[in-house]
């Protein structure tokens, strides 16, 4: 059984990290839903635009495997770079492509859990007031809409930096929104805060970066396989990604990484050749 989790949210659910910071995560165990077919997870996993990079989704993914290890994950990406919460509105084109991506992977898979990340967009006290009754309107008929009541939903914070960038006047309210969030999460069940506190960002002090990335994932593990929120940074984090980077890849995972390489144009015939040879 295919075990999947929706990913919702904006940019920071996404993902905006360098895709050339951080060692690549390839693991023919961990799948993601592409054109209605699950296909092997490849970096950038969700792509809704052409900066699309490292989210926190692979590391979460790669944090079960360890876990799981003879089991299967399949990651859902929903998420949309820029979005509020109107834009999340139970009735708008977001919210119900997500719906649809969901129950199309119940088909094939056990939906598991719901990652959300989203509030940047919202962190204007206008917005930022509001957010939590918002906020509980669209996770209630996301439940009831995907026929699971009681789902984990993983909850992540919003960024401490946001306010230092050229765009921070804009954030002025994002702690507002991370208390929305928060309270939200205390007051409902099966609803996990996991915390951004420590997490750095790309120099638009806007994006979480790819190393912390990664580290957010495994936060994001660590609430859903402990099903109890994360308040503060894990003593552990650094240490299971490196975990993560050190996984042996199989045969079959290098030479499906070697296809890969080499159809991009980043291997020539002849080391393509030596490549495959060697495990053969």
Known sequence: MLHSFLMIGQSNMAGRGFLNDVPLIYNH????????RWQTMWEPVNYDRPNAGIGLAASFAAAWHLSNE??????IPCADGGTSLADWDVNGALFQHAVSQAKLAQKTSSLQGILWHQGENDSQPDNARYYGEKFAVIIKTLREELGVPDIPLLIGGLGDFLTEGVYGAYFASYTEVNQALKKYAENNPNCYFVTASGLTANPDKIHIDASSQRIFGVRYFESFQKKQHVFEPLKNETETVEQIYRRQLSPAEEKGLADIEFSMGKLSVDAYKAKISTLM
Do not use: A
């Not at 165990?29 to 209605?36: D, E, F």
């Open 29 to 36: 165990h961990i799948s993601m839903l592409r054109n209605g």
């Open 70 to 75: 003879t089991g299967k994950i399949g990651l």
